[in-house]
């Protein structure tokens, strides 16, 4: 089923996110009421009414187009948690963050995006970054490349030796073993700056417009759409273990994706001497 599925024609599912986008996302864009925002767990976690509906929006027409999957939606697991152990199961999962940036949707900037992704027991198959603003579509099936826009994507590999680009997490919000991780980056070997979208600097790593990122978070709907976007233009992605990142979990972070093999074996060195 799902092998017919991801052989037939997934513009179909590059239709329900912008659907799902110009239903329920953009006509909230500078628009949002002080009462459409809500913080879940501080001011940092934000969620809007256009996360909520425009994954509603998604549940409904994504599983439409491939009958027997389910969803592992952001904000349902944030409703029951629960709902993340499909993960794990025999049903294709579509993997979906509404609104992934949501604070920068807030304060009405560019930089933000919809994920989604499709995965198999734990393996993604294939995945979609929106960016209704800019857009941008990034597409990603596995074993058959990257595009944007429909033109294909190659992160290509930084000169051997230069100082390295890395978008990284906020060392503060996460342990203090992977804080020291995190600080291990500020050498003068790499530029490190705060990450924005999850998704969009995944696609900045997939262009080669960005040279890695390291992340101490592995919720999934964050994770799987742009890992997959990089590893299909010819990145690579590493946890501190030296293992690929699992999007089922149990990762010993930080982890990092990066440009190419070796981008990500230097970072992940640099994390680990933290």
């Not at 604070?103 to 009405?108: E, S």
């Not at 919000?173 to 790499?190: E, G, H, P, V």
């Not at 990089?230 to 501190?240: K, N, P, Y």
């Amino acid at each position: 089923m799902i092998d017919d599925f991801l052989a037939g024609d997934l513009s179909v599912v590059e239709e329900a996110i912008r659907k799902a986008a110009a239903a329920e996302i953009m006509p909230r864009y500078r628009q949002l009421a002080a009462h459409e925002i809500v913080e879940k767990n501080g001011p940092h976690d934000l969620v809007t009414t256009a996360d909520r509906n425009a994954e509603e929006h998604l549940t409904a027409s994504l599983t439409a187009l491939l009958p027997g999957s389910v969803v592992v939606g952001e904000e349902a697991v944030h409703a029951d948690p629960s709902v993340y152990e499909a993960l794990a199961g025999d049903a294709p999962v579509w993997i979906v963050d509404p609104v992934d940036g949501t604070r920068q949707f807030v304060r009405g900037e560019t930089g933000f995006c919809t994920l989604v992704a499709l995965a198999v027991r734990g393996e993604v198959l294939a995945s979609w970054t929106f960016a209704p603003v800019r857009e941008e579509m990034a597409t990603a099936v596995r074993g058959a490349g990257a595009k944007l826009n429909g033109t294909p994507l190659r992160a290509g590999a930084p000169e051997p030796d230069a100082v390295l680009t890395v978008a990284m997490s906020h060392p503060d919000y996460t342990t203090d073993a992977q804080k020291r991780a995190l600080l291990a980056l500020n050498t003068s070997a790499i530029q490190a700056r705060p990450c924005g979208s999850a998704g969009l600097e995944y696609l900045a790593v997939a262009r080669g417009t960005l040279d890695a990122v390291a992340f101490s978070w592995e919720q999934a709907w964050d994770h799987a759409a742009g890992l997959l976007l990089v590893v299909e233009a010819g990145g690579a992605h590493l946890t501190l273990a030296g293992e690929e990142f699992r999007i089922g979990g149990t990762n010993v972070l930080p982890f990092t994706a990066a440009r190419s093999s070796a981008t990500a074996e230097r970072i992940r060195a640099l994390l680990a001497s933290g």
